[in-house]
């Protein structure tokens, strides 16, 4: 009996050990790895040793401030202009799309089954400054010759918006689509305003979904180096960029562990606050959404 | 393979996709490791290789036998896209070549290979080239490179100039011979660009504001910074970096910098999206051939950067002796001709101008044009003259050293 | 893109309940709805333009290298010069067979994890779905340094083999929480009967739990599926020499992409439209039923 209770006492922890070891032995001990070689010093030929060289931090945050702060803005930027195109979108198919809700939603995922590789090359040819679009209105002379929209900021965070919309428009309808319309009725019955009632009873019932949208997409679009590689310039580098030229092209492997980490502590913490004012359970099922 | 200290069974199971239990038990004490690891840093891997001796050459190649395959990593626009040459060398040899452009800069190659060649994994290629900078000395330090077999490359010892025998990077061709060299200049399209450039100058011109394109190869544009100050590349210190660097920043703050590009300027240039930039002499060329394109090249007033792309063989090569055969085959005159005809680089062989002088004399039309100008390129086969304008790269004599200049440099392409 | 094909079947099941309570349609709106209906439709062409580009110029007969403009139709590389680039149709295998692998793995030890959390109170039960989390909202780019970080400092080389792990790592949450999603749907007095009826707990798992939850690890299969085949930032650290399909795009793009590579984007696409529309009627059925 005793053995039978044990038993199943175990079962849930046998249950999740394959699945959980994977996770601690490529997840959690890598970040352990990661942050180990952020502390040696060496290169390449002689190898890294381990020096407790805390000075990589200062020296590395010092060195790469601009694209850090960056690559903040750009997050903050898209993710914003990611709810303003959003919300308006999930607002009319919740509310009005009728019984074509679906048909609608599956037009907006139905873009992302292409390569998201080939998506943002595919704007570095739409964009060209010679290419289908500003090389007609160049044509037409509506543009000076030396304009030109990639290689800036403003292509970066176009395509961080554009990688990530559907992030944001779904946890919106989603939460929307849970608004009881009686609630809606009621403010009209009690002679509310359609820009009130809007404003104390969509607005506020639906900004768990902004909140979600926000947790999703903020992470990636700040941490993404793909797109200011392909579309970006000069002065739009991100941190990724940064991070990902320090491991796999001067293999600088000190700065760009010391800057992995400073990027992933800074996110985690201020995604992990807003999970526990939610609580794990709450922010997993938004996570999973 | 055999003679390095590696378990067979666990490179299969990298290599393949099968994962064995081995593996399992192997990767498993990664993790069990993992717990007492804050101390432990990566290996230092250098081998101390610095002058080669003649047994390790001969216990490099004992045993060894030509296989029927060989795999190639080159550069793009470094061959005719028929490969005329490789079909020539299987036709001879009946050994068959793969080759394959994978090659855009060396820091991202190297970042690549390097892992395996340190585990001492084979990279999947037998032949690479890679250029004379600071990963070519990496790998020499390291030991990833085979001792080439001097005597498997007769044809090297009989046509190279001498000049590319003795280079400062590879002394007496320890790891390496030229597979072409070039320089590196100005390309422009004359489609955009009204007045022809002349130097370092137009680089900076703010006529062309976000039409300029600069290369993200730290040495390459440390070099440009150097020159346009007047300083040699070769012989300069950690302040003429600086200098350089403040130059370049200064450059790219004005807004005329579009972007830092590795090969990938090329096709920038050819669509548009830069009007002039810092390029490979035999670029401009090839792309006008494949391309239709009418693209210029310049070596600039203040100079140009001289540098020699090298046939090396990655120690865990499956076929070493193939490919010494082939990089054998490519000092054949009449080879290094054809290859030098389509290319319009360098060619380390001079015995190649003449036939491609005759080639000229045989053809007719535009081909006996442009085969005449090839002959007679001094792109292609520099006077003594030409070679004193051009510069060389700085030798790092210290890995400290290279960090430095990185540090100087990197965040110019970063930022 | 991961959580999209989950999400939209969820719309898929809210649809009727939707339709039912739709609040009544005033004349006045009708103007506020046509542009909203309007912007929608921008906001679906934005999103598909990329698309349509490439499935457009995969039907192109370009000079040389540069399928950048219009030149004239073919489907020759739908045919006869479909496999033309033996690198590129390499890559492709690469991708399918890794996303494959990857999928069972993940969906196996993955569906323990889900069925776990779902069924099960235990200690350590928090920790748990806290490293779930922090793995999905880690940045990308620092699982792949990370991961970098581990395989450089025991110096194991790189290859399929980290490839694999690395896949399984990142979608290992995402399928765990599906699954776990479904089977917190499941009403547990229905197990008690079969209990009740005398079958065993493992009779009770394999004949009743296990199929009422096998539409959740099939989402969670497709999701890993996806998240495997469409990775680019992770396995660009973890591949050594190996190239997958996003990667040799990503590659070869600098130079110029063949109009194959516009080809096996769309086949992935429709293969992709396919999997995905299938999944979705066979719930909605499901829902009818």
Known sequence: MTSGRLRARLIPYLTILPGGLWLVVFFVVPMVFMVSLSLQQGDIVHGFQQTWHWQTYTTSISAYKDQLLRSFKYGLISTLLQIVIAYPIAYWIAFRAGARKSFYLFLLLVPFFVSFVLRTISWNFILADNGIVLGTLKDWHLLPQSFHILATGTAVVGGLTYNYLPFMILPIYVALERVDPRLIEAAYDLYATKVRAFRKVILPLSIPGIFAGVVITFVPVSSDYVNAHILGGPTSTMIGNVIQNSYLGTQDYPTASALSFVLMAILLIGIFAYARALGTEEALEVAAR | MSEHNVDPSFLRGLTSRRLGRRDVVKLAGLGVAGAAVAACGVKGKATGTASQAPDQVAKFWAGKTAGTHIDFANWPLYMDPEHPELKKFSAQTGISVTYKEVINDDPTWFAKIQPLLSAHQPIGYDLMVMTNGVEFQECVELGYYAPLDHSKMPNFTANAEDKYKNEAFDKNNVYSVPWASGITGIGWNPKYVKTPPTGMNDLLNLAYRGKIGMMSDTQEIGNFGMMALGIAPESSTPADWQKAADWLTKQRNSGVVRKYYDQDYISALTNGD???????????????????????????????????????????????????????????????????????????????????????????????????????SPLVFPSQTDYAKLHYYRDFKTPAEHTQYQAIFNPIVTS | MTSITDSRGQGLDRLESGERRAPRRRPRRRVGDALLHSYTWLVIVWLSLPVLVMIVFSFNNPHGRYNTTWVGFTTKYWSSKLFAFEDLTQALITSLVIAVLSTLITTILGTMIGIALGKYRFRGQGSFNLLLFAVISAPEIVLGASLLSLF??????????????AHVMFSLSFVAIVVRARVLTLDPSIEDAARDLGADSWTTFRRVTFPMIVPGILSGALLAFVLSIDDYVVTSFTSGNVTTFPLWIYGVSKLGLPPQADVMGTMIFVAGLLIAGTNAIVSTRRAAR
């Open chain 2, 274 to 376: 830069i009007w002039i930039t810092m390029a490979w002499s035999g670029d401009i060329f090839q792309q006008n051939a494949s391309a239709g394109t009418n693209l210029q090249f310049l070596i600039p007033s203040e100079g140009g950067t001289l540098w020699t792309d090298n046939m090396t063989i990655p120690i865990t090569a499956a076929n070493p002796v193939g490919a010494m055969q082939l990089i054998n085959f490519f000092y054949d005159p009449a080879i290094a001709a054809s290859l030098a005809e389509y290319i319009n680089y360098i060619t380390p062989v001079p015995a190649a101008q003449p036939i491609i002088a005759s080639d000229a004399a045989a053809a007719s039309g535009d081909d006996k044009a442009a085969l005449e100008q090839v002959a007679k």
């Open chain 3, 152 to 165: 450089t400092t025991f110096n194991t080389g790189l290859g399929y083999v980290t490839i694999l792990i």
